[in-house]
Structure formats: structure tokens, C-alpha cells
């Protein structure tokens, strides 16, 4: 066991404060990585603050972490002592479903472990996330960062870039195609670079005007404000594929209107409920889907990709002491576009 300094929201309306958890000695198949950055998604937001029910206080979140190898159990083959590595959103599964044997572990039947507001399968005590200076992870679930990544901005990968990567790989996103992305925050703007750098044709829909330049240097091809509601005439039967990344309740039906025939609209936000309409889907054919994270393998794929075509996220980097104000940002649109924790910043403290 380590005693290893954390942030943790006592309850759902406590702010993030010091706290310390333990850490297990690595076991034989497990990495232990000290901490570097960790990423701050809107789902820490919604799970410290009790929005998707069930939650496990106190909560250290944090799913984008990206550290050294600091010690390694004996039948570690994957990793060894200084490499740069990454943990997503699950730490462990089931390992023998259908969707664990085909590398889909976030939809393991048994329920993926996620990697903080869980619970470990064997003890059945709370995991732990990053917003701490280190853990310990088994090597099946611990992700390469490809030489030469920063490791700040490469942090978001671990769930932002994932979780949109996926979605246009599995609905087959390819060059030419017109996708659309809504809300331009974490998800969104992992979603433009990486559908740019697939090839398509990307227009950003936004409620915020003043993030209509960085659209176009994100590798968005277009760009149009939601507020004043004309984008649903000018832009009408227009997508391919749409990928809604928001955060907050909004109307799905408006939105399945820019879909062309066929088209699909995948939720990606995870926002409290909103009414859905038949007639947007029945009258041009259209689906709705949904899509959650990556699995391991195609995250890797993800990491890889993004060192091949130079991909990173953009943050602001912020001291764990800034984590409340960043909490408030974020509910304000006002990020730009990934916040990073320094965890240096943790361990000083
Ligand atoms: P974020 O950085 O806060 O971005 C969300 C964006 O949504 C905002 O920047 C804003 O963009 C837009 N938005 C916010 N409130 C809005 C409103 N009332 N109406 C319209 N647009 C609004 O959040 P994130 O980290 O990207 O996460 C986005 C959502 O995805 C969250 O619900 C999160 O829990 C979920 N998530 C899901 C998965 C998954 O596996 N499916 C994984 C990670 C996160 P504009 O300023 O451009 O409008
Ligand atoms: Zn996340
Ligand atoms: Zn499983």
C-alpha cells in the first residue's frame, strides 16, 4: 500500500479538496504509474456533482491520465520502469464476454470497472481516479503514449480523443463525407481534428459566435452559431453523419433536421433527458445512435493515430487548486479546450 495525495468531492455539493487515498503494491500483472497530468472531463463534472445518480462519495475523478512507469509486478511483459503511458475510463473487466473478447471492454456485461466512481471486482472497495499523484493499474488495461507526445495535451486522448475517434471509425466516417459536430468543447474539438484528418468535410455548430475562428484552426471547413435557430433552415438535409458532444439538455430534434437520408446522428453528451420526436427519423430514414469511449485495442489504434497525423488536444493547463473555478468554466462553454491538471502541482501541495 502507498498513501498517495488526491482531490476529492466529499458529497455531490462539496467543492474538490485535499484528500488522500491508498494505493495497492503492484501485483503481478499490475503497472504502477506516477502520475504527470491528468485531463478534466465534463463527466468528472457530472459524477462529482451526483447528476447521473449512484455516484460513490468521496470521489477522486479523473479518466485522462497519463504518467511514468514507476514499478512493475513480476509478470508485467507490456511495460517497464520510465515508460510514458495513459489510463482511460475503465480500469479492469470482465475479460470472457462476447464484448470483452472482441476488445469492446466498455460494454463488458458484467460492467466495465470504471476508473474512478467504481468498484474493484475483486474487494469491491471504491477506485480511485486521477486526480492524484499515482496508481496502479493491471497491463491489460494501460495504454502506450507514442514517443515524441506531449504528455500534457496528450492526456484528453484518453477519453476525449476516444470517445469521438470511435463513432467516426464505427459509422464509417470517410474522406468527403459531411459531418457536423455540435458543441465545441473537449469532445467536440477532438472530434473536428481527428474527422479533418480522416478526410471530411467538418462544420462546427455552436451556441458560442466567439469560437468561430478557432473552428476553422481546429481543421473545421465551416461554422455556424445555433442561437438565433436559422442554421436549422440554411443547413437542412445537409450531414452525413452528426456528432453531438453537448452537455446540456437540447432539442435532438432539431438537430436530426440537418441529417441527408439515411444519415446518422450519434449522442455523445450524456445530458439529462430531452424529448424526441418520431417524425425527424421517419421522414428521411435517419438513426439515432450512441457511443461510449473505445476499447483498448482501439484506443491504442487512436494514440497511433494521432502521432501519425501530429494530433493533440489543446489545453490550459491549471494547478489542482484551480479545479472548482475550472469546474464553473466548463459549465460555462468557457474552456479552450481541455483543462490539464499538473499533478506536480499535487504532489507540492
Ligand atoms: P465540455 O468541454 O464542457 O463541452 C461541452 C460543450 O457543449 C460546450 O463547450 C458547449 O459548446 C456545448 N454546450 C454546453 N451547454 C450547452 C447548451 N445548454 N446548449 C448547447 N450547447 C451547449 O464537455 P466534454 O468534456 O466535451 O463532454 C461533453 C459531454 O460528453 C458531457 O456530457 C460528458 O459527460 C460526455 N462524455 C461522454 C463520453 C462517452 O463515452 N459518450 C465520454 C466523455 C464525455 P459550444 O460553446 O460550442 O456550444
Ligand atoms: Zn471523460
Ligand atoms: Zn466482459
New binding site residues.
Given amino acids: 500500500m502507498s498513501r498517495t495525495p488526491a482531490y476529492a468531492a466529499a458529497s455531490a455539493t462539496s467543492p474538490l479538496a485535499p484528500f488522500a487515498v491508498d494505493r495497492r503494491a503492484p501485483g503481478p500483472r499490475d503497472v504502477q504509474i506516477d502520475i504527470a497530468y491528468c485531463g478534466v472531463?465534463?463527466?468528472d463534472l457530472?459524477q462529482a456533482r451526483g447528476d447521473w445518480g449512484g455516484e460513490i462519495f468521496p470521489m477522486v475523478p479523473g479518466h485522462e491520465i497519463v504518467g511514468h512507469v514507476s514499478a512493475v509486478g513480476g509478470e508485467v511483459t507490456k511495460y517497464k520502469v520510465g515508460d510514458a503511458v495513459g489510463v482511460g475510463?475503465f480500469v479492469d473487466s470482465c475479460r470472457a464476454c462476447p464484448q470483452c473478447r472482441a476488445g469492446e471492454e466498455?460494454f463488458c456485461s458484467g460492467g466495465m470497472t470504471l476508473t474512478y466512481n467504481g468498484r474493484e471486482r475483486d474487494t469491491g472497495a471504491p477506485t480511485y481516479g486521477g486526480y492524484s499523484t499515482r496508481i496502479v493499474v493491471d497491463q491489460d488495461y494501460v495504454l502506450r503514449i507514442p514517443d515524441g507526445m506531449p504528455l500534457d495535451a496528450a492526456a484528453p486522448l484518453l477519453?476525449?480523443g476516444i470517445?469521438t475517434y470511435s463513432p467516426l471509425r464505427h459509422f464509417g466516417a470517410k474522406p468527403g463525407d459531411k459531418v457536423a459536430v455540435?458543441?465545441?468543447?473537449?469532445?467536440?474539438h477532438m472530434a473536428v481534428k481527428l474527422a479533418a484528418a480522416m478526410g471530411c468535410e467538418v462544420t462546427?455548430l455552436?451556441?458560442?459566435e466567439s469560437?468561430r475562428k478557432d473552428a476553422i484552426a481546429l481543421g473545421a471547413h465551416d461554422f455556424a452559431a445555433?442561437g438565433d435557430g436559422g442554421v436549422f433552415q440554411s443547413h437542412a438535409e445537409r450531414f452525413d453523419l452528426i456528432v453531438d458532444?453537448?452537455?446540456?439538455?437540447?432539442d435532438y430534434n432539431a438537430y436530426l433536421g440537418l441529417l441527408k437520408v439515411d444519415g446518422t446522428m450519434v449522442?455523445?453528451?450524456?445530458?439529462g433527458p430531452s424529448p424526441l420526436s418520431a417524425f425527424p427519423l421517419v421522414w428521411r430514414r435517419r438513426k439515432l445512435a450512441?457511443?461510449?469511449?473505445g476499447g483498448i485495442r482501439e484506443t491504442q489504434e487512436m494514440l497511433d493515430f494521432c502521432a501519425e497525423h501530429g494530433i493533440v488536444s489543446d489545453i490550459e493547463l491549471i494547478g489542482i487548486d484551480a479545479i472548482n473555478e475550472a469546474y464553473e468554466r466548463?459549465?460555462k462553454?468557457d474552456?479552450r479546450?481541455?483543462f490539464v491538471i499538473d499533478i506536480a502541482s499535487l504532489q507540492a501541495g
Avoid at 455540435?182 to 467536440?188: E, K, M, N, P, R
Avoid at 458532444?245 to 437540447?250: E, G, I, R
Fill in positions: 472531463c465534463h463527466s457530472h475510463c466498455q477519453c476525449a470517445t455540435v458543441g465545441l468543447g473537449g469532445l467536440g462546427v455552436s451556441t458560442s469560437k445555433t458532444t453537448v452537455s446540456a439538455p437540447h449522442l455523445l453528451g450524456i445530458p450512441g457511443s461510449l469511449i466548463m459549465l462553454g474552456v479546450y481541455r
